[in-house]
């Protein structure tokens, strides 16, 4: 078990040290109830918004708190259950709770499952939806995860939106998205995404993640898109089969040969990077933590190493950073609603250093750089959470 917020508190402590960043707005006595991370890197003319991305947008129904996989013939029960919009809501989610200006193209159904994830994100998560649009008569595409002995097993159901009028006419998401600091993109092997061109050409920093290769080629040449991307995610599986070698910190250096930055993510053993335009390494090990349902945690990784990249951290960091963001998101029901915010990332900073016996040195040091990020005091709106259905009616 690792270290969690909530434990180990003393009456009167502050959660952190007052050497950080703006924060804005403020609530009653002057409380922070937001917190900026790129207040510092914030200039006049600056895009309005901090990332961009666009993907399917999935009703996540999970189950957890199953003892072992479903047994065919037979019926499982599942002690807990969450709903809450998945796909790439994930990663929109997680960023969006990081303080940044977050634009989501998508298509959502024309249901009441489409609403609902329209309205949780839109006005629960306050991600720009702007740039998506709602297709009469689509139906919104369904995901059903099953959470056992800390891995998870998936079911599908959709169908491929429509595509819309203005797609890739040089003025439209996703055919050239706004302008913005940066892109999140899920790279399809063999597959080229027209967009990443466009928004690279405007300055955009392109950061890239990769599917699983179905057809098992793994054939380096089909992420030519990497020639956009400043940094490319892969998990150490997909790293070290494009560059066939067998370790994950080997295929990292081999891959930021291709791309300026590579960040492999190696589970509990933690992640590793390598900067090909400087030579510099780093790694962080994982925090140990009970995991609840493991769903969007690699998304959640994503969006801290975009948030600390954007805040111009240094990469050992911003690994650390993921690390610990995608720790807590584990640790609650559902892929997007199980992000964390900063009040999370401060009752786990805070614990840590108030149990002085059951916090290592090495963790007290790691995430010593937290206490530069995070504000004096902190009393945000309670984030919203999976629940087990997508909304109760009202009274009449």
């Given at each position: 078990?690792?270290?969690?917020?909530?434990?180990?508190?003393?009456?009167?402590?502050?959660?952190?040290s007052?050497?950080?960043?703006?924060?804005?707005?403020?609530?009653?006595?002057?409380?922070?109830?937001?917190?900026?991370?790129?207040?510092?890197?914030?200039?006049?003319?600056?895009?309005?918004?901090?990332?961009?991305?666009?993907?399917?947008?999935f009703?996540?129904?999970?189950?957890?708190?199953?003892?072992s996989?479903?047994?065919?013939?037979?019926?499982?029960?599942?002690?807990?259950?969450?709903?809450?919009?998945?796909?790439?809501?994930?990663?929109?989610?997680?960023?969006?709770?990081?303080?940044?200006?977050?634009?989501?193209?998508?298509?959502?159904?024309?249901d009441?499952?489409?609403?609902?994830?329209?309205?949780?994100?839109?006005?629960?998560?306050?991600?720009?939806?702007?740039?998506?649009?709602?297709?009469?008569?689509?139906?919104?595409?369904?995901?059903?995860?099953?959470?056992?002995?800390?891995?998870?097993?998936?079911?599908?159901?959709?169908?491929?939106?429509?595509?819309?009028?203005?797609?890739?006419d040089?003025g439209?998401?996703?055919?050239?998205?706004?302008?913005?600091?940066?892109?999140?993109?899920?790279?399809?092997?063999?597959?080229?995404?027209?967009?990443?061109?466009?928004?690279?050409?405007?300055?955009s920093?392109?950061?890239?993640?990769?599917?699983?290769?179905?057809?098992?080629?793994?054939?380096?040449?089909?992420?030519?898109?990497?020639?956009?991307?400043?940094?490319?995610?892969?998990?150490?599986?997909?790293?070290?089969?494009?560059?066939?070698?067998?370790?994950?910190?080997?295929?990292?250096?081999?891959l930021?040969?291709?791309?300026?930055?590579?960040?492999?993510?190696?589970?509990?053993?933690?992640?590793c990077?390598?900067?090909?335009?400087?030579?510099?390494?780093?790694e962080?090990?994982?925090?140990?933590?009970?995991?609840?349902d493991?769903?969007?945690?690699?998304?959640?990784?994503?969006?801290?190493?975009?948030?600390?990249?954007?805040?111009?951290?240094?990469?050992?960091?911003?690994?650390?950073?993921?690390?610990?963001?995608?720790?807590?998101?584990?640790?609650?029901?559902?892929?997007?609603?199980?992000?964390?915010?900063?009040?999370?990332?401060?009752?786990?900073?805070?614990?840590?250093?108030?149990?002085?016996?059951?916090?290592?040195?090495?963790?007290?040091?790691?995430?010593?750089?937290?206490?530069?990020?995070?504000?004096?005091?902190?009393?945000?709106?309670?984030?919203?959470?999976?629940?087990?259905?997508?909304?109760?009616?009202?009274?009449?």
């Amino acid at each position: 078990m690792g270290h969690t917020g909530g434990t180990c508190r003393e009456e009167g402590a502050s959660a952190v040290s007052t050497g950080r960043r703006d924060v804005q707005p403020t609530g009653p006595a002057g409380v922070p109830t937001a917190l900026d991370p790129l207040a510092e890197v914030r200039h006049a003319g600056d895009p309005p918004t901090d990332v961009y991305l666009t993907g399917t947008v999935f009703l996540d129904i999970i189950f957890t708190g199953l003892g072992s996989a479903p047994v065919r013939g037979t019926e499982s029960w599942a002690r807990g259950m969450g709903s809450s919009p998945g796909g790439v809501a994930n990663m929109a989610t997680a960023l969006a709770r990081f303080g940044l200006r977050t634009s989501l193209a998508a298509a959502f159904g024309d249901d009441m499952y489409g609403e609902y994830c329209w309205e949780a994100l839109s006005v629960g998560e306050g991600i720009d939806l702007s740039m998506s649009r709602t297709v009469p008569g689509w139906h919104s595409p369904v995901t059903v995860s099953m959470a056992y002995e800390g891995e998870r097993t998936m079911v599908s159901h959709g169908h491929e939106a429509p595509a819309p009028e203005s797609a890739f006419d040089g003025g439209h998401a996703p055919g050239c998205p706004p302008p913005s600091r940066a892109c999140v993109a899920s790279l399809v092997p063999g597959r080229r995404e027209g967009w990443l061109g466009c928004a690279a050409g405007r300055g955009s920093r392109i950061f890239a993640d990769v599917g699983w290769d179905d057809t098992g080629r793994w054939d380096p040449a089909d992420l030519a898109d990497l020639e956009h991307c400043e940094a490319f995610l892969p998990n150490a599986e997909e790293a070290m089969r494009y560059t066939r070698t067998d370790c994950p910190r080997t295929a990292a250096r081999k891959l930021a040969e291709r791309v300026p930055l590579a960040v492999v993510t190696m589970g509990a053993e933690g992640a590793c990077a390598a900067d090909g335009r400087t030579g510099e390494a780093a790694e962080v090990p994982a925090i140990a933590v009970e995991a609840l349902d493991p769903t969007g945690a690699g998304d959640v990784f994503v969006a801290g190493f975009v948030t600390g990249t954007l805040a111009a951290w240094p990469l050992a960091d911003r690994l650390a950073f993921a690390g610990l963001s995608a720790a807590l998101s584990v640790q609650e029901f559902g892929g997007s609603l199980s992000a964390p915010g900063w009040a999370e990332i401060a009752a786990w900073w805070q614990g840590v250093r108030m149990c002085d016996a059951a916090a290592p040195t090495t963790l007290r040091r790691q995430y010593a750089f937290l206490d530069d990020v995070l504000p004096p005091a902190y009393r945000p709106a309670p984030l919203a959470r999976a629940v087990p259905t997508i909304g109760f009616r009202r009274p009449a």
